[in-house]
């Protein structure tokens, strides 16, 4: 095939060079590619999408063959090997499994009505995305990829619908970690910068597409600069930070700044509100909850669990499982434990 190219551009080349081609050339040139492509593998089941951003399900291992037949193709294989062996060190990773295990019967409107919605919100009105044991390596990544796919999916709803929108909102718990400030002149931006970029455009674009876009954060100065500027309305907690008290007096007039000299004192739960959704900044008390929907966010009671007695004299206990934490860490089963047992008693001398 390379040859065949290469007789394709030779011919065509010259002092005043023209690319036009024959439909029996493109059809030659079609059928050569079908050969390369099944030589390294492919099936005739495989269809290429004209947008190289369709969602199309895929395999670590079809991944992995296809980089091997596109670097051996243009001759570059011994360029990509350190690449190769960190995608496998990576499909290998059993905290990866979730991602990158094989899903079967998985289709693409089952995970849009899943994470999105379905009609009328029947399968439940929230969804909650567990990122805490993500590895690091591809945490912003796959953040990146669910913000994109959540845009798009409401942008062709709009499409569909004759200009009618989904209202959907998108929250970002500890959103520092997603929408971190970055430089614009780094010539090489790291995935997190990637990721802060989607996120910049849902709060500059997603509005009339009916997705909102709600970030909580309690460093606010790391946050992006276009972000910031795109909200609307702000609930302010405690913030001790130098830095970040100095952003947040930026955002009200001259006038209403003394309102946030209470800042490093508040109480828990409890804020200053301003912005769209107040008039003037106001200091507002949140809701209690119940102790089974209240987070898990108290301060650890040092004194309690060290003295072992709580405030009213009764005791505390503190157990610690560190073989059950070790076997959930390491991804131990029962069928491994139950193996290990029973190796460990044939091991044991025999005894009279």
Known sequence: MRNKLTALLDARSGQ????????SEVDELVGLM????????GSDTDILPIDADVPRPFTGDQLLRSIEATAELIGVSEYVETMLMRIRTLLSDSRMKVVSGDANGLALDDWLRNYIGDNQASN?????????????????IITDVIARMTLESLQRYRKLNH???LPTVLVMEEAHTFIKRYKDDAENQNSAAICCQVFEKIAREGRKFGLGLVISSQRPSELSPTVLSQCNSYLLHRISNDRDQELVH?????NLRGLLRDLPSLPSRHAILMGWASELPVLVQMNALSEAHRPKSD???????WSGKDNKGEAVERTV???KIADDWQQVSSEDKQLNSEQEVANEPATE
Request: no cysteine; aromatic share 14%; proline share 8%.
């Open 16 to 23: 005043y060079p023209t690319y036009d081609f024959t439909h």
């Open 34 to 41: 079908q050969a390369a492509h099944s030589a390294f593998g």
């Open 124 to 140: 439940g009105s929230v969804t909650v995305i567990d990122l805490s044991l993500v590895p690091a390596e591809v945490v912003h």
């Open 163 to 165: 200009g009618k929108t």
């Open 250 to 254: 930026k955002l009200v007039p001259d």
């Open 299 to 305: 301060d650890p009671d040092f004194w309690a669990v």
């Open 321 to 323: 499982n560190w073989k």
